[in-house]
């Protein structure tokens, strides 16, 4: 039998935010084989020596209460109040962070300057490097002329996130803010990247940048995405 391994997403009941007072105790007998709760206790143990450490808790913590300024108790029950460059906004602010630096690809250069123009009016210091800097040709990496978006013959630029990386490592930003890279360009971003970052937006150019759309929709219209062949 193959070894049982964590499976959060297939879990029934979600155990680990339970409906209780904070006088009792979750209780994780009734969880199934693959409850990460169960199988990874140990590990979950050994990650709260993490947590221990001054400077993590501290952000945790901070993190913690900006999750909970995020909602609202009205007559109606809890809602939610501020949209996420907002939180980020915020949170910038919590953790005392004041060069932010900004990655984004070129197709969102617009969205760049509007996200700029918001950090710069609440006094943060930006640095933006957009995917293309350095107009390194495609060809560099291997891209044939059949394999250009604008088709044979055309100069592209090849999308640089490493650069993008070094270049806001270089400039010793505090936070980096990681806005519409392409799927694995967004992945060497963030294994060259050594500043703590988040994510504002990730590139969807068929939904608007709205990537669960199409996930949500995969019963019906994107029911191709259930399908056994890939692309």
């Known amino acids: 039998m193959d070894k049982e391994r964590p499976q959060c997403a297939r879990c029934p009941r979600i155990l680990c935010e339970p409906d209780m007072t904070v006088d009792s105790k979750p209780n994780f ?5 693959f409850c990460p709760s169960k199988l990874k206790r140990d590990i979950i ?10 400077d993590i808790r ?25 949209p996420r460059i907002e939180e980020t906004v915020q949170f910038a602010g919590k953790i005392g962070f004041h060069k932010i630096g900004l990655a984004f690809c070129v197709g969102l250069a617009g969205e760049a300057q509007m996200v700029t123009e918001i950090l710069e009016s609440k006094n943060f210091e930006v640095v933006s490097v957009c995917c293309k800097v350095g107009a390194i040709p495609k060809e560099k990496i291997g891209i044939k002329e059949e394999e250009k978006i604008s088709g044979p013959g055309w100069y592209e630029s090849m999308c640089n996130p490493i650069a993008q990386a070094e270049i806001l490592n270089s400039e010793e930003v505090d936070f980096v803010i990681l806005m519409g890279l392409c799927v694995g360009h967004d992945t060497l971003f963030i294994r060259y990247c050594r500043a703590p970052m988040t994510v504002l937006a990730v590139k969807d150019r068929v939904t608007g940048h709205n990537p669960l759309a199409a996930v949500y929709l995969s019963h019906s219209y994107y029911e191709r995405l259930r399908g056994k062949t890939v692309g």
Request: hydrophobic share 30%.
């Open 29 to 33: 007998e009734k969880a199934p084989r």
């Open 58 to 82: 501290e952000f945790a913590r901070l993190a913690s209460i900006q999750e909970f300024q995020c909602y609202e108790h009205t007559p109606e029950g809890i809602r939610t109040k501020i």
């Open 45 to 54: 143990k050994e990650s709260l020596h993490e947590y221990a450490k001054d």
